[in-house]
């Protein structure tokens, strides 16, 4: 791979690899939100229909809320997600995430959405790095692919939103019919599940080829505009602060506190909300 100049325009860099994430995105997506919008509908039937029985047993302990003892509320909202997760669990899942990924259409989504991160860095079909590059962005979209699925259809997650609203004295077809909108409006952003799996698997591979061309450091780069996340009260996430950031190839960026090798990397354990829709990309410098 020929190395990159160093007086390479960053903006030019950036524009090409976007307009790769956005046109992989619009191919690809559909292809997430078709495999897998049918299973997780037929899950979110079974467990609303298991539900109905215990939610309308839930005991919510009026004394404690009248009284506004806190700890003493804590103990009951954990004993009754307990409660209800456990009545949940026994619907089970459509399919596990190992299952999911074997479908043919998520198979044939991920291995060119793999393909086209390796292609977005500059590696050529013919280059013999491209197939192990493409493994590792294929691995890295099946595990992003199969954690939000898990999340998805996690009995825990929904008994917290059960819980929640029958403290709220919410009526069991109004909560019914509040999950399946919140769910159904989640899962639709499988959109942004792909842009941010594509986008870092991109970056993963984009660090080869820097390493490749035999940079000594590495630029963080942001998309510079208005939807660059920065922190607000209810996030502590900042991107903004990372534009420009250069450090040593070998040594991860830190962002908001976090360690990431690359935009997009959870091999370290940085946050999700570090790594979703993240659009930000990195170059070599010397």
Known sequence: ?????????????????????????????????QATRRLHSRWLRIMLATAKGPYERLVIDRRALATGDEELQLRLHDFEVEWLMAELERAGTPMS?????????LQTSTAQLATNAAQGAGFLTSDPRTP??????????????????????????????????????????????????????????????VRSAYNT???????????????????????????????????????????????LVDQPFVVSGEQLMYPGDGSMGASIGSLINCRCTCVGVD
Do not use: C
Request: proline fraction near 5%; hydrophobic fraction near 40%; charged fraction near 30%.
């Open 1 to 33: 791979m020929a190395r990159r100049r160093s007086n390479d325009d960053p903006r030019r860099v950036e524009a090409l690899h976007r307009s790769r994430i956005e046109a992989a995105v619009r191919r690809h997506a559909p292809l997430i939100w």
């Open 97 to 105: 995430a190992a299952d999911l990924l074997k479908l043919p259409e």
């Open 132 to 193: 192990r590059l493409v493994a590792d962005a294929q691995t890295i979209l099946e595990d992003q692919v199969s954690a939000y699925w898990q999340t998805l259809t996690s009995p825990r997650h929904l008994a917290e939103r059960l819980v929640r609203q029958k403290v709220e004295g919410v009526p069991y077809v109004e909560a019914a019919r509040q999950i399946s909108r919140e769910y159904g409006t989640e899962f639709y952003r499988a959109e942004r599940l």
């Open 201 to 247: 698997a991109s970056n993963h591979a984009n660090l080869e080829a820097i390493l490749d061309a035999g940079f000594t450091k590495k630029k963080w780069l942001t998309s510079r505009d208005a939807r660059v996340r920065r922190p607000t009260k209810s996030s502590p996430y900042d991107h903004a602060a990372a534009e420009g950031q250069i450090v």
